[in-house]
């Protein structure tokens, strides 16, 4: 039982991932409603989403995002209407499960809600449940014990109804055979291109089409503006190296976390179960006794048999076969008669009968690892980086409002903020031009927007304090500036002739190409210098998709056939389809269960969109966009 309610999470989990349907799918109009509460942003079913709900959504949203890509994310992406109402729509689609969950009396039971915890990786250390990494976790998202178990205990149970969903979806073998058979066909083809240098050499330019070219794309050769920057960063990372630690502070931290620094003890057992529900009647749990009677006997006549007796007579299918070898476990992972039961054992001895609500169970302990505890030494240097982190961080957001202050009071110049700060004033070397969004290498449009303001450039001001993320703000100055230049037809006359002899000269062989299709259409003979002979396969694309499609879409009833496709900017391709090669494919093909575990996924997605969508009707939804649009601006 253990083992089979851990290794069932996998499927859950991917099938849980399907829960995020934004608003790609559903339209929001059609439930907007500008009346509610004013702490509520949405009602599903008559119950509220707060205000406070999906603003912690969208924070941990932002977490999830900014970790995955090492944080360097725009923060304005943050502020986009869209992300907020993709969060949103994922809060509503969680509590129509929920409510749907509920109104079928979809429950999860404790051990269920233990095991899954315990089987979580970011809880587990050498792939055992880590009581001190559980707790550290909870901490770290502000969140307790029970306010994460009742969250979990929701989404286990909303889980059971995808659960259901995605075992439901069927996909016909047959069907799946052509697809695999059409993806497997073979096409044997030569290839001939037209190129554009073979036409340049006839090309004649004349003043009056390159003139015309140049006002048609007349913003294409101009100059863009560009400067220089002179900046100051503050950040958590630049105040860290300002931050001491005082011996007294590393001694208070080591003392108030030394228990969670070190491993809790754990203990590695064996379990025989003779399974009984937990509201069976009298005479079945009599009769489980007495069968976990018999076999405690055995085992106190000779324990050496533990192992082979829990393989041939233990209802645990998880464990049995390994002779009920659960591994390691710490405290809080199983339920608490079995917990209390194996921690009350020396190693190597084996308890008498324990009731749980799987039944009855027989424990050995194997081995015990006791709880370990760094010296104050050992954890100086963990306990450092922590502090300094802390403070850091402290103080970045205490002098974050300051900084800014600064930058915008003082405007002709950053020294005032880089001595109060003891930041160092750099500069850029190359030019940045105006239209990117990386500036002095952060990916930041805010401020590359703000460098080329008129208070910037004109009046020579600081920019404002830009946040760009991951706690780090920047104020930059501009020190060089060159307006935008329009370069005149004289100037650029050499380079708008090339890049119009090189557009004609694409656009002649491409006609070239065309004209000679549809010569070989109609059977006439042509003069071409084939390529090798090119092996193509549809489900592995060798050409262009264009190339491709083309390719498989010429009737094979009559060979050789012929298609051809242009090459923006590059010509003409054109094939000459020589033999075709069809595959049939065996029932027993191992293919065939791959790619029908993946149709079957896509139709699972497919199905949830539409039960989603029909649980939007059965349970009304209403969006108060007021609230949205006020929490949006604050």
Request: net charge negative; no cysteine; glycine share 6%.
């Amino acid at each position: 039982m253990f083992e089979a309610v851990r290794n069932n999470k996998r499927i859950a989990q991917v099938i849980l991932a399907l829960i995020s349907v934004t608003f790609a799918f559903f339209g929001i109009e059609s439930y907007l409603n500008n009346n509610g509460a004013a702490g509520e942003v949405a009602t599903v079913g008559g119950t509220p989403i707060s205000a406070y709900e999906f603003e912690q959504a969208v924070r941990e949203q932002q977490d999830r995002i900014r970790a995955s890509n090492e944080g360097q994310v725009d923060p304005a992406t943050f502020q986009d209407p869209l992300f907020r109402r993709a969060v949103l729509d994922n809060l509503v689609n969680q509590r129509l499960l929920s409510l749907f969950a509920s109104e079928h009396r979809l429950s999860v039971s404790d051990e269920q809600l233990r095991q899954t915890i315990a089987g979580i990786p970011a809880f587990q250390e050498d792939g055992q449940f880590s009581n001190a990494r559980y707790q550290a976790a909870l901490r770290g998202q502000g969140m307790n014990d029970l306010s994460f178990q009742e969250r979990l205990r929701g989404e286990l149970a909303y889980q059971q109804v995808l659960s259901a969903m995605g075992e439901a979806a069927m996909v016909p073998k047959a069907a799946v055979s052509r697809v695999l058979s059409a993806q497997l066909e073979e096409r044997t083809v030569h290839m001939v291109r037209f190129e554009p240098e073979t036409y340049l050499k006839s090309l004649e330019i004349s003043p009056e089409a390159a003139k015309a070219y140049y006002e048609a794309n007349i913003e294409s050769y101009a100059v863009p503006a560009r400067v220089k920057l002179s900046y100051l960063v503050l950040s958590a990372d630049t105040l860290k190296s300002k931050v001491t630690v005082s011996d007294d502070e590393l001694r208070a931290e080591y003392e108030q976390t030394k228990l969670n620094l070190g491993s809790p003890e754990e203990r590695k057992a064996r379990h025989i179960l003779v399974q009984v529900a937990a509201d069976a009647s009298e005479a079945d749990v009599a009769a489980a006794r007495k069968k976990a009677e018999a076999l405690l006997a055995e085992i106190k006549t000779d324990g050496a048999r533990f192992e082979a007796i829990a393989k041939t007579a233990s209802d645990d299918p998880g464990s049995s076969a390994n002779g009920g070898d659960l591994g390691f476990f710490g405290r809080g992972a199983m339920l608490k008669p079995f917990e209390d039961a194996a921690f009350a054992l020396a190693a190597g001895e084996v308890s008498e009968l324990v009731r749980s609500d799987f039944g009855f169970h027989i424990i050995r302990v194997d081995d015990i690892r006791k709880a370990t505890i760094p010296s104050f030494e050992e954890a100086r240097g963990q306990l450092e980086a922590t502090l300094r982190e802390r403070a850091a961080s402290r103080r970045f957001a205490e002098s974050a409002e300051q900084f800014a202050n600064l930058v915008y009071e003082q405007p002709d110049s950053l020294e005032p903020a880089a001595n109060q700060f003891g930041l160092e004033i750099r500069s850029t070397e190359d030019w940045i031009e105006k239209g990117v969004t990386t500036v002095a290498g952060f990916e930041s449009p805010a401020l590359a927007e703000a460098v080329f303001s008129q208070s910037a450039i004109a009046s020579k001001h600081n920019t404002d304090a830009i946040d760009i993320g991951n706690n780090t703000i920047v104020a930059a100055r501009v020190t060089s500036h060159e307006p935008a230049q329009r370069r005149s037809f004289d100037e650029v006359k050499a380079e708008v002739e090339s890049q119009l002899r090189q557009q004609q000269a694409a656009e002649a062989a491409a006609k070239a190409g065309a004209d000679q299709l549809a010569a070989l259409t109609k059977g006439e003979k042509a003069d071409l210098t084939w390529g090798d002979p090119i092996k193509l396969q549809r489900g592995l694309p060798m050409l262009p998709p264009n190339a491709m499609t083309s390719v498989f879409a010429v009737a094979s009833d009559s060979l050789p056939a012929y298609t051809g496709v242009s090459v923006p900017g590059a010509g003409y391709a054109l094939f000459r389809v020589d033999a075709v090669k069809k595959v049939t494919i065996d029932d027993k093909d191992p293919r065939l269960e791959t790619m029908t575990d993946q149709y079957a996924q896509l139709m699972g997605a497919q199905d949830l969109r539409a039960f989603l969508s029909a649980l939007r009707e059965r349970y009304a939804v209403k969006i108060n966009a007021a609230a949205l649009a006020t929490d949006s601006n604050g």
